[in-house]
């Protein structure tokens, strides 16, 4: 199994950037697909960005797509946010989640919550306007 940390959240001024990272430990990362999903307050969790195993293939959440860049670093074990032109909408908890076998050959089917297995604790994002 892996464990997932998250950091960089903090609060931004709108259209302002910054990086979350999830670092992971125990498993490699690079066993697992990753994900980032965000929840406000009051509402439900939402898919925001998924990247393949090797990084190639990734995918958007329309809100955020041209805005946000997920990437990651096998060999230094962590999954990337890259958020810029930040919106007071995009105001939330961050999460990131590893998942395991089997795999999804459509990068497209990432979306839903419900099929990973490992999440972390969560950072906050507050972006101000």
């Known amino acids: 199994q892996v464990q997932l940390v998250e950091s960089g959240g903090g609060l931004v001024q709108a259209g302002g950037s910054l990086r979350l990272s999830c670092a992971a430990s125990?498993?490699?990362?690079?066993?697992?697909?990753m994900g980032w999903f965000r929840q406000a307050p009051g509402k439900e969790r939402e898919f925001v960005a998924a990247?393949?195993?090797?990084?190639?293939?990734?995918y958007y959440a329309d809100s955020v797509k041209g805005r946000f860049t997920i990437s990651r670093d096998n060999a230094k074990n962590t999954v990337y946010l890259q958020m810029n032109s930040l919106k007071p909408e995009d105001t939330a908890i961050y999460y990131c989640?590893?998942?395991?076998?089997?795999?999804?050959?459509?990068?497209?089917?990432?979306?839903?919550?419900?099929?990973?297995?490992?999440w972390g604790q969560g950072t906050q994002v507050t972006v101000s306007s």
């Open positions: 125990g498993r490699t990362v690079s066993y697992y697909a």
């Open positions: 990247a393949s195993r090797s990084g190639g293939n990734t």
């Open positions: 989640a590893a998942k395991g076998p089997p795999y999804y050959s459509d990068i497209n089917s990432y979306w839903n919550s419900r099929r990973y297995d490992y």
